[in-house]
């Protein structure tokens, strides 16, 4: 009982903190940082660069918190190798800021493993214990903004499985605050469920 009471204290001032830091974020602001950004990115926060992530309408405090691990080397990813360096959380939640007030984007699924993909998000995997994605990431792909769960809905294939596979192989750990949940529910799929879950959320809306 302790440590769940513990937990939740150190979640909640998390919180609160994160609130701090977007309450005086400035959109436009970030969008003058976010010019480099553009080469994997796109103008439009569309990613242009395979393995790349749409950031267009994602939610702020999900992305803050990725810049924050990503410039504090607590996740890695080789292309951003730098890019963030010297920035403050000041400077990251303006760039939060700027890429969630971006136009949302929806992609268009594939028929190929559509009817998997769909059972893998909509109702997990009993027999392997492989929750529902809806249950984090909400029936249309729009995530959790309070609870920092990221908008998953028109994401690029490629990128979902990446992400996906470096969850399940522990390369990613992004998710210790919330009990390694992304990284039980991937170490549970095949390279085949993933591509097929990945397929069908980038048709989501």
């Known amino acids: 009982m302790r440590t769940n009471v513990v937990a939740a204290t150190l979640i909640g001032a998390a ?4 609130v701090s830091i977007a309450d005086a974020a400035d959109a436009a602001a970030g969008k003058a940082q ?3 950004c553009a080469a994997c990115h796109g103008e439009n926060g569309v990613a242009t660069v395979a393995g790349s992530a749409t950031l267009a309408g994602q939610n702020e405090r999900y992305l803050l918190r990725q810049l ?11 292309l951003m190798a730098g890019q963030l360096d010297g920035k403050s959380d000041e400077d990251l939640a303006n760039l939060s800021a700027h890429y969630a007030g971006l136009a949302k984007t929806v992609g268009q699924a594939k028929d190929e493993n559509l009817p998997l993909g769909t059972q893998i ?7 392997k214990g492989v929750a529902a994605c809806t249950a984090c990431h909400s029936p249309t792909g729009g995530g959790n903004a309070p609870a920092g769960f990221p908008r998953l809905s028109g994401q690029a294939p490629d990128y979902v499985v990446t992400q996906l ?4 192989e522990g390369v990613r750990s992004t998710d210790e605050d919330y009990g390694a949940m992304m990284r039980n529910v991937a170490s549970g799929l095949t390279d085949t469920e993933m591509t097929a879950v990945a397929n069908y959320i980038h048709g989501l809306h």
């Open 15 to 18: 919180l609160l903190s994160w």
């Open 34 to 36: 976010a010019a480099p």
């Open 68 to 78: 924050q691990a990503i410039r504090d080397k607590k996740r890695d990813i080789p």
């Open 121 to 127: 998000y909509r109702g997990g995997i009993m027999l």
């Open 165 to 168: 596979k470096a969850y399940r």
